[in-house]
Structure formats: C-alpha cells, structure tokens
C-alpha cells in the first residue's frame, strides 16, 4: 500500500471553546484522534461538534460512521445543541447508519473492508475532510476476538492513511473497563488521544478531558474541566501562567457618591471588588446599585445570581430605588441566575465564560459568588473562583463579588473561598447591635492602590436607594440607628440655640453701635454749635471795643474836654464776663448802655 | 470485479416460491471468498436449485451497498420470500444461516 507522504504537522481548528487552546490549534490534519471514555462522558458530542464546526465555520464537509446509533437519533440527540444539524446532515454532513439491526443474524466472521470501500466512494462524492467513527468497538465486540478485532481496527488505519481524512475515532474506553486492556493498542496506533472522563464529585458529575498524547505536538497535558451547553462542549482552556493585566487609573462608580467618595473617588476600572457580608446585609442592594449606576453609564453589563431568580431580585431592589427592567429591556444588563446544587464550580464557570464571551461586559456582578462552594467542594471552588477573579482581569472586566459570610467577623472568610486575598477591594458589611436595634455598618477592609476612609459607616437602606449617613462618633464607637437619631437631633437643638444666641448677641452690639453712632451726631452738632458761638463772641468782643471808644470821643467832643490821646484800647475792656455765654450778646448791650449813663 | 451469477431452478414451478438472495462481497477478500463457498454449499443441499443469487462486489458498486444497508462484509440479504433477513459474517455456522433463510435446516 502507498502511504501519503508524512508533511509537517499542521491542525485542524475544532472551534470548540478551550478545545483549540489546550491542544495548540485543534486536531492533527489527515492523521487519527482517538477520542476515549466511558459512557455518557461526551465523546459523541466533541465528534459532532467537531464536525459541525468545520461545516459552518469553513464549509467542510464530513461523514460521521454511527456504530452506536441510528443516524435518525444522532440528528435527534444532537437537537438540543445550536449547531442546525438536520440542514448540515443534508449538505455537509453524512452521518452513515453503521449500526447493525439486532435482527441481523451473525455468522462467523466479517471485515470491515465493505464499509471502507462505501467510505471511499462517499468521501469522493461529497469531497469530504472529515471522517468519524463512532463507537467502533459496538460493532468490533461482535467479532468476539481480540486478534480479529485489532486487525479491522488495523485496517481502518492503513485506509485512513491512505484517505487524506482528519479522522476521529472514539471507543468506550476506560482504564476501569476490561474493553481497555483490548484497545490499549490503539493508543500507539493513532496520533492524538483524548480522554474523557466523567465521575461524580461530592454528589456533582464532573466532566473531563485530557490530551494524553499528541504525536509532533506540544500541548497542556492537564485535566481540563468541560461542560455541556448550547453550543455544545465548553472546555475550561489553560491559564496563563503570567499575570498580565493593565491597571487602570480610571475611576468607575461603585453605585453612589458617599460611597465612592470613602472610596477615594471610586473603583478603578478593570478592578475586582469582595462584599462580605452575613444574610440580610444588603450585600445585593449593594451590588444592584452598581449595576444600575453601570448601565446608567451605557456600559454592558452581566448579573450573575446564584439561588435566586433574576425577576425576584429585580423586584427586590427595585423596593429600594433601584430599577434594572429598563436596562434588561434595552439588551445592556444580562441577567443569569444559576442553580448551584446540581453543578460543579467548574461548569459554572466555563457557563460564565461563555456569558462573558456572548455579552462582552464592561461591568459584572457576581452575587454570591460563596454559593459556587455549594457543590462539588471547597477545593475546586477556590480555584475556580481565583480563575474567575483572573478571566475577569484579563477581560478588563471591573466586577463586584459578594460572598457570604455567617457572622461578623471578616476574617471567617480567609478561610472559606480566600477571595479575600486576591480582590482588590473588599467592603465588609455587618450588623451593630445596640441598644436593641441592629444597625447596617459598612467598612472598607482594603482597596489596594487608593486613599479609602477608614471609618465605619451606617448604611440605611431607603426608598431611594442605599444611603450612608453621617458619622456620629461617641466614647469611640459609631453611633447608628436610633443612637445616630438622637444625636443628630441633639446637634440640631443645639445648632438652633447657638443660632439664637448669636442673632440675640447681634443685636445687641447692633444697637449698641447705633447709640454710639447717635451721640456722636449730637457731639459734633454741639461741637458746631460751640464754634459758632465762639466765632459770634469774638466779634461782638471786638465790636464792642470799637464802639466804646468812639463814644468817649463823642463825649469828650460833647464835654469839649482835653483829647485823650495815649488811651489804651485794652484798659477800657471791661472784665470778663460772669455770665453764660447764651445771653451774652443781649445783656452785653444793655450793660454797655448803662454804663454810658 | 463483478460477478453475477443466477442459478436457473431445474423446475421452473418452482420460481414463484423461490429464493431471491444477495450476497455482498469485497473482492478477493477471504472472508468473502470462504461466505460464497459457504453459500453455495448451503444452497446445494437445501434449495435444490429453487433460488435466485445476486453477488455484489462492494469495491465496485459501493454506493448500492450503502441504500441496500450494508456495513460490513461479506454480508447476506435474503430479499424473497418475506421478511427480508440480513447474514453477516462468512456463514462459516449454516445453522444460522438456515435459519436467517427460513429454512427447516437440520442442526450442525
């Protein structure tokens, strides 16, 4: 037999979601896949979608070999997956009916060599890349055999050889199962192997898969966790084992002003958030608020609940001011609400991956994401919350994450999901009991790279949305509740007395201003009076000098006596006056006349 | 290659309850080399003649053998007298194959 030539390996992408990544590009082209694992681990699917894929994505066309099942029930499984199979099934897609009707009577031994030469003559007609066989061991076991089962099994692989056909085969092998110790062989046979594995994880079933081998072809060798969606499979790709994420210096609201401004402004974009919190802390309010705040912006946005259905939390907080329908209505909020009992961590993961993938969010809230820990274990998780925290970094994603906590004390969640250490913000919420009452405080455990208050606040919840009120400190501890009403209705009496005091002490320097001013105006019209009383005093004086010596001029003249003539003007003055100056002018007359007498 | 080969009944009364066969082969395969010997030797002892066999060669008409159902080789279909039964293997056991043929066969 003439073989093909072997050429460089070049892949054949599968276009399944982690698939491509872990194996560095998809399945080897022209060359084997085995696909191995127990029942119901997802081998038919991959095959399927694998070749669905290559129809829509690049319109190649392939032939699926059912051993298992009827061609009619592929199609009909296949139905709950987006992949249009019954129109592919009519074009691109052959699904060749290879399974043998139980009323077919065995009689000795067959060969394969029928079917291959159908292959061939199908593959030609429709020009097809792919092959799949599924389930090749159904029809092989029929054989009873070891011997003659592996050489129809090496048949298929010299006709594949010679076919130029990517090929995938799958076989219910297991590690566990007596058929595996059958077929260990076809692991050295074919290129690539890969093993699916479905076991049940603290009560969940966990998918798997795994790359064992890859001939010519470096790939992550790990278990790799999948899940089942619309789309088919979704395997969980490798993490990057460098941390590159850009730090955002932009600030984004975490819902409202008296929260961003203890926050320094508000959230960097792009960062990760941690509310903790006991039931009842309005750890969902919280978030709703910086949902809405984010959709208000026109930001897309995903809401991720676990437990509780979107239309109940919609309600809820639309109960305190927040209203989300509008944003849901316009296509910019996502609404997902997970069930956490009957899934691993792992598959709501790579759900959530697909959601992010789907929506392509600016902003998202995962609430709470401590439920994730309801199934499946602590361990997983951990890990799958850490590679949560990262996809979102990766995605630029800024997110808000509560988790639960029972109790007040912060640190009780160190020791749960230790998403503590990897968020870049963490609020913790608490109840204060005092007084009888139970109060909501809020505290800010950390925000890395940002001024944040450091004092606890009472958040009250109204119909207008959360609010954080002012801080009343008291003997070293925030007041709250009635504590805080109390308080501030004493600071507003006292702000009214001290108001009151201050009006009354105005008036009284007013007044006492406006009397001062009062007997300066009398002073200076005294002043003016004085003056000109001096001034009429000094004239009167001086007339009265001149008026006395020119009648004893007169007199003398009249006397016809000697001239005086050395008269001093000044000795003739008369004494001064004892009298007050007012009727100095009037008596100053009536004594000079009498002294004339 | 083809082969055709159509046995004449020896009396012709007995067509209308005859047997209507085929035998689907690949080549020079062994399998189907040993089921066509098989065949004949089982025809020979208990139809005396009174049937009718179509030997299709897969490697030549491959896309028949696919609408007539056929996936593995060699492979029998008994098409008359109703219902349609379908032999696989090299009919190296004729107790199977007589009675996948309706055929009161003695036991081996």
Known sequence: MKRVDPQPLSKMATG?????????????????????????????????????????????????????????????????????????????IYILDAHLSPTVIQSGDFDLSGILAILKAKKEQMNARWVVFDGIDVLLTLLQDPILEMREIYRIRDWLA????????????????????????????????????????????????????????????????????????????????????????????AGFERFDAMLGGGLFRGSSTLITGAPGTSKTTLIGKFAEAACQRGERTL????DEGADQITRNLSSVGIDLHPHIQSGLLWMYSGRTEARSAEEHL????????????RCMVIDPLSAMAKAGGIGAARAVA?????????????????ALIEGNDPQAEATDLQISTIADTWIHLSYV??????????TIVKSRGTWHSNQVRELVLSETGPVLTDVYSAGGEVLMGTLRWEKEAEEIAKQTQRRVEFEHKQRDLEFAEADTQARIKALELDLQRQQAELALYTLDGKARVLSSSEREDKLRRMRSADQVIDTDPAAILPPPDPVTPGDASGAGAGQSASEEQ | MRRQRIVKPADPTAIAGGMVMQL????????????????????????????????????????????????????????SPLPVTQVVGNLSDPGKVLLALGLPGKSP
């Open chain 1, 350 to 361: 790579i759900k959530l991956r697909a959601l992010i993938r789907d929506h392509q969010p």
């Open chain 1, 162 to 253: 010679d076919s130029a056909l990517t090929a995938i085969i799958t076989a219910k092998l297991d590690s566990q199962t007596v058929q595996g110790t059958n077929y260990g062989f076809m692991q050295f046979m074919v290129d690539c192997v890969i093993r699916f594995d479905r076991r049940l994880e603290y009560g969940v079933p966990a998918h798997r898969l795994q790359v064992t081998k890859y001939r010519g072809s470096d790939f992550a060798s790990g278990e790799f966790p999948l899940s089942f969606g619309p789309s088919g499979i979704e395997v969980a790709p490798p993490e990057p084992p460098e941390i590159i994420h850009e730090a955002s210096t932009e600030r984004v609201s």
């Open chain 1, 303 to 306: 809401f991720v609940s676990f």
């Open chain 1, 433 to 442: 009991v005092r007084s009888g009452e139970r109060n909501r405080a809020l």
């Open chain 2, 24 to 79: 689907y082969v690949v080549g020079g395969a062994p399998n189907s080399v040993q089921a066509l010997a098989n065949l004949e030797r089982i025809c020979q002892q208990h139809l005396q003649g009174h049937y009718q066999l179509e030997i299709v060669d897969v490697l030549e008409q491959p896309l028949r053998a696919l609408a007539d159902g056929v996936i593995v080789t060699p492979s029998l279909i008994k098409r």
């Open chain 1, 386 to 402: 850490n590679r949560l925290i990262h996809l979102m970094k990766d995605s630029k994603i800024t997110v808000v994450i509560s």
């Open chain 1, 16 to 92: 399944i979601g982690g698939f491509d990544e872990l194996s560095g590009g998809g399945l080897p082209r022209n060359r084997t896949t085995l696909v191995m694992g127990g029942p119901g681990s997802g081998k038919t699917v991959f095959s399927l979608q694998v070749l669905a894929n290559a129809a829509r994505q690049r319109d190649e066309s392939g032939i699926f070999v059912a051993f298992e099942e009827r061609g009619r029930e592929v199609i009909a499984n296949a139905a709950t997956f987006d992949w249009g199979l019954p129109a592919l099934a009519e074009r691109q």
